[in-house]
């Protein structure tokens, strides 16, 4: 309902989180047995990543309407006082701000 903007706008951080597989490639030199570990390592981390999207993508609208959550700049953490304490919504907003950050630095 709100357009191609809000794909792009959802796409860019999800970039950034599929992003962080390259941490995986980058240290097969100090793993044992690289060839076996490393394709086992990205297909879980892929799966458990995608998993999680999917999961909160079907939740969030499910717990508040769409409209509510298109102009909230922490859509998870404002969706998240719904069903936990107001204090655990802060945690999530800055567990997503360290998180962005340390993807981005990777």
């Known amino acids: ?26 240290m097969g030199d100090e793993i044992k047995n690289p060839a076996r570990t490393v ?5 879980a981390s892929f799966v458990i990543v995608l998993t999680l999207y999917l999961v909160v993508a079907v939740a969030l609208p499910g717990l508040l309407p769409w409209d509510t959550l298109e102009g909230s700049p922490a859509t998870l953490a404002r969706a998240s006082e719904v ?19 340390v993807n981005i630095n990777a």
Do not use: R
């Open 83 to 101: 069903f936990l304490p107001k204090w655990f919504s802060g945690f999530i907003a800055l567990s997503a701000m360290l998180g962005a950050g």
């Open 1 to 26: 309902p709100a357009g191609w903007s809000a794909v792009i706008l959802g796409a860019i951080p999800a970039y950034y989180a599929f992003g962080g597989f390259m941490a995986l490639v980058e």
């Open 39 to 43: 394709p086992i390592a990205l297909g």
